[in-house]
């Protein structure tokens, strides 16, 4: 398993506590308006931008939101990181307890699901509330390293003062997100927080080993459980001659007859036997099996009825919205597809592949990966956005919906284009905006 080049809190070479007082010097100086004697990492600059508008106090923060115990556990049950929970515990919670850390676990909305290791560390945790149903993303508690990288959705160290509140400058805390293996929807996050002292570059890459490993076992699970709904509907399908496939409860194929099978079919929210309306297949008969559906699509719907909202509101929450005339389906996006989206919708008229490249990723060199990559969009979206040049059909309406401020629209995302439209004053009447 190869990893690429992670972005540690403690510069090569660096001595930790002299590089803990610099950091706290540069804290002062910058949160009382004076020149810094350092530079911050960009991850933090970023993230101490957010806490301003946030207007969060470094010297006298709330304690985190906490849930209700029969809310946590609602979540915990609902939490598709629960399935490899066991992983994630043999991988970390022996070295968390042996190094005077302790291991977190979280869900997208960064609340704290499960906590194990040192005695002494969950006693500090404790005192500054990092417990079982508290909320540590950014919003509740500044940067931190489970907020900031559920909102960059990339692993993250933060050490000492690099937190933006003072009480926090005792810890160093390493995180990395855990997203679905199938569609990139952010899931979660992994964290293992320690004493100031403990600092050291290898932590960040365990907790992202470990998130990765977490993803392969969450694809292993799907597979396995398509697998057997491949079995359950093989007798069904043999008889069958019109065109059908199978999907799991999420939309997820695991057969098809008589047809080019689409990778995803975008289900309703709630799913009724009967006949539906679903974007890639047009009109289509549904029918329950064990784990999933039966579905034999009909006469296309004609074009003209669909509408898109493109949702880009919430950090690591983005989900796109297709409406048709028998109702209406939402499928969470991976960052890229995001990306890509938010592009589309920036240019209605088309971009060719080459632009799409260069606006993802500075260069031409990468047409292929920027294919790929709309050719799974299309599959789901069914004949919501053409080619050549892509685009968004002519007959779709187009809503977007985005943050409160453009600055932080996708704020994780490094593409070009993505950076061009957070600085052009007109990008706001893109948006019909939340917050």
Sequence with gaps: MTFPPLDTALPSGADAREHADLLRRAHDALL??????????????????????????????PPP??????????????????????????????????????????DAAGQVLWREGSRRMRSVGDRVGLVEGSYWNEGSTGTNAIGTALVVGRPVQIYSAEHYVRSLHTLTCACAPVHDPRDGRLLGAIDVTGPVSTVHP????????????????????HHTHLERLRSVAAPLLAGMGRPALVVD????????????????????????????????????????????????????????????????????AYSVTVSGSSGEWVQNLSPRHAELLLLLAAHRSGRSGAELSRDVFGSEGHVVTV?????????????????????FSEEVAVRLV?????????????????????????????FDRVG
């Design 249 to 316: 409860d999420m939309g997820w194929t695991a057969t098809a007859v008589h047809m080019e099978p689409v990778r995803r079919v975008l289900l309703p929210k709630h799913c009724e036997v009967g006949t539906v309306w679903l974007p890639a297949l047009g009109e289509c008969a549904l029918e329950p099996l064990p784990g999933g559906w039966l579905i034999r699509p009909g006469p296309e719907e004609k074009a003209g009825s669909t509408s898109l909202t493109l949702d880009l509101s919430r950090p690591g």
């Design 32 to 61: 009382s308006g004076r020149p810094a004697p350092a530079t911050l990492r960009p991850v933090i600059e970023d993230s101490w931008r957010r806490m301003r508008g946030f207007g969060i106090d470094p010297d006298g923060a």
């Design 371 to 391: 294919r790929a990559e709309l050719s799974r969009m299309r599959r789901n979206l069914g004949g919501v956005v053409e080619s050549r040049p892509y685009r």
């Design 202 to 221: 290898s932590t960040l890459a365990l907790v992202y080993a470990v998130a990765q490993l977490a993803e392969t076992h969450l694809q292993g699970i």
């Design 402 to 430: 985005g943050p409160s401020s453009p600055l932080d629209l996708l704020p994780g995302s490094l593409a070009p284009g993505v950076r061009r439209l957070r600085e052009r004053t007109c990008t706001a009447e893109l």
């Design 65 to 106: 939101r906490m849930a209700p115990l029969d809310e946590l556990q609602r979540h915990r049950e609902s939490s598709p990181i629960a399935d490899v929970l066991p992983l994630i515990r043999r991988s970390l919670v022996s070295v968390a307890d042996q190094a005077d850390h302790i291991m977190l676990v979280t």
